[in-house]
């Protein structure tokens, strides 16, 4: 089978203690593909797009001619007359060496200078022939923008466009429509690179939301030759549901909202907030709140209260996450403390530590609950109450809990879960007046539970999301072969090495053994929290480091033994590379010295391997390449949100794979915080699942301590009963550093995925005008593309760039072509927001910073219409800009394309000692 483990990958290296490395690809794969068609390219587009196409040779043609031209001028001075060279040779050469075209009355001077210098001859015959070609395109401008604008409008007819774009804005709809409508009036244009951006997010982006891509599952097997795309693999044909889910984070907050009415909050279950950390008389707990802000995902505030560790507290925590209501509490203290203060004292005591936030509430509905809504309406007003629902019951005061305000609050519950269920099957004109209905029923319902929604209200998009999923298997034959497998495999090994995650639990596991000694013992692993956060800011800050010293003498190695290994091999690595480019410093493409990779899998730090990996490879075909797009973390997580949907043998198969991947004997957990973000919504895949609340999860925090394992000299959870060590895996979209810091532990059992290929990427710095563009090549390995060629312009670069744009306005051909001549652009590219300066120690705000930068864009630099939109595109990257070649490319083909991208896991077993 192709997808079995890859030979290449797997033979031991010499004078290796542990078993050989070894990889194999999972036999299915996630796929992500455009639900609309990047347009065929017209004939008056193909005319427009070879003219710009001769234009940038002959820019590329004069650039070269330049110096040595400059140089023969100024040779020359001695074969004509001093008035000669100084009134026009000398102009000539000044306005060719600072780029300015010379003044055509200074041309008609040059008599026979031409024939004198044939590289001036040369020149002037580029110049000419660079007129006729730019009044050709201003010829054809005209037809291409009308042949664009029409594929613009026909895109914009399509309904999956219109429901996506709904999401997003009911003015952006509104531009939308009249784009489909042909609409050729002033406001038309000024709305076109708005439109033409969200029309190219369609076609060609493959980030799952709403219907600008669809989402499938299917079988990895051998094929016929590879399709082009979805569509002529025959899978046009499976059908697609629209999975809608209300946002998380208002269902959340609404939770909050009914539990802090006094009688439902006493009605409730309770449970403490944290297992204790006790010594010297004290108790210390870890005290979380969720803050709903009216976005995407509930914000966490986090603190630690130390009380008296007193007999009660004992009590309350020996139930060990089994939530109770404090009716049921103060009987179990009254029973077993037989205090003489009597009830009273006691229920004071348990209202004292709710107040405190130190006894919370339990959560009235299942975290993961697929109908979070039904299932809160049901606790709010159980059948057989006796409480009509009536949407317009519940007029009384928002803090009592009558039966007739209940069945108010559950009504308007209800009639959010229905309309939000009936959301998917809405055509986009409907759209907008839905999710503003939704939007005003949930700031009503909220506002009437005691908690309104935070100013200024939430974007609509924010009361729900939407998924487009097939809901039958895929046929997937023939996208992948033996090779791709083989190819994956090798990378998985290289993956392993410039991992953030293995630097981050080498540091992690030193940290602790420096608070709690070899072989130690934290029996709260909330309490480690905060030093594994930190270990992630000194993993990013020692790698940097070390990147940056990849060229240089080495330096003091890193104390742990494991990642002084590393960072030699890493430095190695990286040497090896940018040693192999340096021969050809002007290439386009830098390709691994064969067999670099062959064993690197077995040279990997010993330690870095006793445990199971997994990776996810996000990879396009583009002809014989397979380009890899991004490599995360593996074990499901790709998959698993989507899985609910899915047919049941998505769901098997992708557990059984996970459960072969950890190897024989692991006990696997999962923890699967919501965060009040919809794509952390998963089903459980592994047999347990450890959470706060043992009403959900078959394991609570009591259960598990933090462990340093002496034999594998690695930081491990273990389950106290049985000794057990844990494979504890999230396969949540949040990011963990936007999760309370209290999970660090658990969400970082299994970090890896946290991948940066950079250090092997030769890297060039180019003058011009305006500021410094760095270039770096193509990097290759095999037939796999780890690196597309990019060019990054700093604002000044980009400041110019828009400049010349304005100048060249509507359709800057002159500027484009100068500009992709000057840096070696390929016509086609992907233009992307300028990385971070932030600190690489600051590890949570630069991924929170980078959350607001703009997303990536198709840029089309031989389309009309793109070059008229190019300068308000680059407007939004005014601190500088990235341009990374499209590979493959969607434009300029005769016929419709379709972006598809593959999800595609590897697992790479454990090699215990």
Not at 10 to 21: F, I, K, T
Not at 228 to 243: D, K, N
Not at 611 to 622: E, G, I, L, T
Request: charge should be positive; charged fraction near 20%.
């Amino acid at each position: 089978m192709p997808y079995s483990a890859a030979p290449a990958a797997a033979r031991a290296h010499p004078g290796s203690a542990s078993a050989p490395y070894r990889v194999r690809s999972a036999p299915y794969a996630l796929a992500r593909a455009t639900v609309l068609r990047h347009p065929a390219q017209s004939p008056p587009g193909a005319e427009f797009r070879t003219t710009l196409a001769e234009l940038t040779e002959l820019e590329r043609a004069e650039a070269q001619l330049l110096p040595g031209l400059c140089d023969a001028l100024h040779a020359a001075r001695d074969d004509h007359p001093r008035a000669f060279h100084h009134g026009v040779v000398l102009p000539l050469r000044r306005a060719l060496h600072n780029g300015r075209p010379p003044r055509p009355a200074l041309l008609e001077r040059l008599g026979d200078l031409p024939r004198r210098i044939p590289a001036l001859a040369a020149w002037l015959a580029l110049r000419e022939r660079r007129a006729l070609l730019l009044a050709g395109a201003d010829r054809l401008t005209g037809p291409a923008l009308v042949a664009e604008r029409a594929a613009l409008s026909l895109l914009c007819r399509e309904p999956a466009l219109g429901r996506a774009v709904a999401m997003i804005s009911g003015d952006l709809l509104d531009a939308v429509a009249r784009a489909a409508a042909g609409a050729d009036d002033r406001r038309a244009r000024k709305e076109e690179p708005a439109v033409l951006r969200y029309a190219l997010r369609a076609s060609t982006r493959t980030s799952p939301l709403s219907w600008f891509t669809a989402v499938g599952w299917g079988r990895l097997h051998e094929g016929p030759a590879r399709p082009a795309g979805w569509g002529e693999a025959g899978l046009h044909a499976v059908p697609f549901t629209s999975v809608v889910h209300p946002n998380r984070a208002l269902v959340g907050a609404l939770a909050a909202a009914l539990l802090a009415d006094p009688a439902r909050r006493a009605a409730a279950p309770h449970r403490m907030t944290s297992t204790p950390s006790t010594g010297n008389g004290r108790a210390v707990y870890s005290r979380a709140r969720q803050v709903f802000t009216g976005g995407r995902h509930l914000s966490t505030g986090e603190d630690e209260v130390a009380l008296p560790a007193t007999a009660p507290l004992r009590l309350l925590d020996e139930l060990g996450g089994r939530p109770h209501t404090l009716a049921e509490l103060a009987g179990v203290l009254n029973a077993a403390l037989r205090t003489p203060a009597g009830p009273g004292a006691v229920a004071a005591y348990l209202d004292g530590l709710a107040e405190a936030g130190l006894l919370t509430p339990a959560d009235p509905v299942h975290p993961q609950d697929p109908a979070p809504l039904p299932a809160l309406s049901h606790w709010l007003n159980p059948p057989g109450t006796g409480a009509a629902r009536s949407g317009e019951a519940g007029s009384g005061e928002a803090g009592s809990a009558t039966a007739g305000e209940a069945a108010g609050l559950a009504a308007r519950i209800d009639r959010i879960d229905a309309d939000t269920r009936a959301f998917g099957a809405l055509p986009a004109q409907r759209r907008p007046a839905a999710l503003a209905g939704l939007a005003a029923r949930w700031g009503a319902l909220l506002t009437e539970a005691g908690h309104p929604l935070p100013e200024p209200v939430g974007a609509r998009t924010d009361v729900l999301s939407e998924d487009v999923v097939a809901v039958r298997p895929l046929d997937l034959g023939g996208f992948l072969d033996a090779a791709d497998h083989t190819a994956l495999a090798e990378l998985t090994a290289l993956a392993e090495a410039f991992d953030l995650g293995h630097v981050m639990r080498r540091l992690a596991r030193a940290r602790f053994v420096a608070r709690y000694g070899p072989g130690g013992v934290c029996h709260n692993p909330w309490e480690f929290g905060p030093e594994a956060v930190e270990a992630w800011e000194e993993a990013g800050l020692l790698t940097a480091q070390a990147s940056s010293q990849a060229s240089a003498p080495p330096g003091s190695p890193p104390a742990d033994r494991t990642l002084a290994e590393l960072t030699v091999l890493r430095r190695t690595l990286a040497e090896t590379v940018r040693a192999e480019a340096r021969r050809a410093p002007e290439a386009p493409e830098a390709v691994l010295p064969a067999g670099l990779l062959a064993g690197l899998g077995d040279r990997l730090p010993r330690r870095l391997r006793e445990r199971p990996a997994s990776y996810a490879h996000f990879v396009q075909r583009a002809g014989d390449l397979l380009c890899v797009n991004h490599v995360y973390g593996g074990w499901g997580r790709f998959t698993s949100r989507f899985l609910g949907a899915m047919a049941p043998e998505a769901a098997r198969t992708v557990s059984a794979e996970i459960r072969r991947g950890l190897g024989p004997g692991a006990r696997a957990a999962a923890v699967r915080p919501v965060g009040g973000f919809n794509a952390n919504l998963h089903p459980l895949l592994v047999p347990d699942e450890i959470g706060p609340d043992r009403r959900w999860t078959s394991l609570a925090e009591a259960d598990v301590d933090l462990v340093h394992d002496l034999p594998s000299d690695q930081l491990r959870l273990r389950l106290r009963a049985t000794g057990e060590l844990l494979d504890v895996l999230y396969g949540g979209f949040l990011a963990p550093v936007m999760l309370p810091g209290r999970l660090a532990p658990y969400l970082c059992d299994h970090p890896e995925g946290v991948v940066d290929l950079h250090p092997l990427v030769p890297a060039h710095t180019l003058d011009v005008p305006g500021g410094r563009v760095v270039r770096t090549p193509r990097l290759r390995h095999r037939h796999l593309v780890l690196h597309r060629r990019r060019w990054y312009l700093d604002a000044g670069a980009v400041a110019r760039l828009r400049a010349a744009l304005e100048e060249g306005r509507p359709v800057p051909a002159a500027a484009v072509t100068r500009w992709r001549a000057l840096l070696g652009l390929p016509d086609q590219v992907f233009l992307r927001p300028a990385p971070p300066s932030a600190d690489p120690g600051r590890f949570a705000e630069a991924f929170v910073a980078g959350l607001r930068r703009p997303k990536p864009q198709f840029v089309d630099l031989g389309n009309a219409l793109h070059l008229r939109s190019l300068h308000k595109w680059l407007a939004r990257h005014a601190d500088g800009a990235v341009l990374e070649e499209a590979l493959p490319a969607p434009g300029g083909r005769d016929r419709p394309s379709q972006t598809v991208e593959l999800v595609v896991e590897t697992y790479r077993e454990g090699s215990p000692e």
